[in-house]
C-alpha cells in the first residue's frame, strides 16, 4: 500500500533564509509525487508535482521540490523565504495504476520576519 | 474560470441527525473526489467518482456514509445519523487528466460539528 511521511509537524525559518519541507514515500512502481499548500480558510492548492524527468522540480510561487529515488524522498525547497509563504503544506503520493493521491498529515510552516 | 464550489461553508448539528454538503465540481472536470480531513490530518478519500461511476469508494463507511453524482456533475454526501466523530472538514476536489497525472483542485470544504 502506498503512504506517505511527513516527519516535522512544523518548520521554523527566518525570512529570507532557505527552507525544506521533508516528505518521504512508499509506493508500488514508480511514484506520482506532490506538494500542496493549504492556508487558514482556504482550500488546498496544488504547488508542484513529480512524473518522470529531471529530478528537481520547479513549480508555483518560487518553490521547487527535489526527488530522490534511493532515498524514496521528495522534498520541498525554496532559497530564500518569505513570510506569506508561512502555510500547511502536504506531500501527497499515487502509483502508476491511477488511484487517488494518499496525503501526508501536513507540515505548518513558519517563516519569521 | 470558477472553481470548485461547495456548501454550506460551515455546518453544525447535533448527534444522531442527518447532515448533507454539497459540490459543484470545476467545468468540463470529470473526476471529482470526496476527501475528509480531521484536524491536525492530511485528507483521507472517501470515494471518487469517474462521471457518475464511483470507482473507489473502498474508505467510505456505507453504514451511514452515502454519495451521488447524477449527470456526472454536481455530487452529494450525505451522513446519516451522524456521530460525534465525524466532525472534520469535508473537501471536494475534481480534476481532469492531463498528461502522465492528475492536478486536484480543491473547495474550500465544509467544516462540520457534531455536538
Known amino acids: 500500500a502506498q503512504s506517505v511521511a511527513q516527519p516535522e509537524d512544523q518548520v521554523n525559518v527566518a525570512e529570507g533564509n532557505p527552507l525544506t519541507v521533508k516528505c518521504t514515500y512508499s509506493?508500488?512502481?514508480?511514484?506520482?509525487l506532490f506538494w500542496y499548500v493549504q492556508y487558514p480558510n482556504r482550500g488546498l492548492q496544488f504547488l508542484l508535482k513529480?512524473?518522470?524527468?529531471?529530478?528537481l522540480v520547479k513549480g508555483s510561487y518560487g518553490f521547487e521540490a527535489e526527488f530522490n529515488k534511493s532515498q524514496t524522498s521528495f522534498h520541498l525547497k525554496k532559497p530564500s523565504a518569505l513570510v506569506s509563504d508561512s502555510a500547511l503544506y502536504f506531500c501527497?503520493?499515487?502509483?502508476?495504476?491511477?488511484?487517488?493521491?494518499?496525503f501526508g498529515k501536513g507540515t505548518t510552516l513558519s517563516v519569521s520576519s | 474560470e470558477a472553481g470548485v464550489v461547495q456548501s454550506p461553508r460551515y455546518k453544525i448539528i447535533e448527534k444522531k441527525q442527518p447532515v448533507a454538503f454539497w459540490c459543484n465540481p470545476i467545468?468540463?472536470?470529470?473526476?471529482l473526489y470526496w476527501y475528509r480531513q480531521n484536524l491536525g490530518q492530511g485528507p483521507e478519500l472517501l470515494i471518487r467518482?469517474?462521471?457518475?461511476?464511483?470507482?473507489?469508494d473502498s474508505q467510505l463507511p456505507k453504514d451511514r456514509f452515502s454519495a451521488e453524482r447524477l449527470k456526472g456533475v454536481d455530487s452529494t454526501l450525505k451522513i446519516q445519523p451522524a456521530e460525534l466523530g465525524d466532525s472534520a472538514v469535508y473537501l471536494c476536489?475534481?480534476?481532469?487528466?492531463?498528461?502522465?497525472?492528475?492536478?486536484?483542485?480543491f473547495g474550500s470544504g465544509t467544516q462540520l460539528s457534531v455536538l
Open positions: 476536489a475534481s480534476s481532469a487528466r492531463d498528461r502522465g497525472g492528475e492536478k486536484l483542485f
Open positions: 509506493v508500488s512502481g514508480n511514484p506520482y
Open positions: 513529480y512524473i518522470t524527468g529531471d529530478n
Open positions: 501527497a503520493v499515487r502509483d502508476e495504476a491511477g488511484t487517488a493521491l494518499i
Open positions: 467545468s468540463g472536470h470529470n473526476t
Open positions: 467518482y469517474e462521471n457518475e461511476e464511483a470507482v473507489d
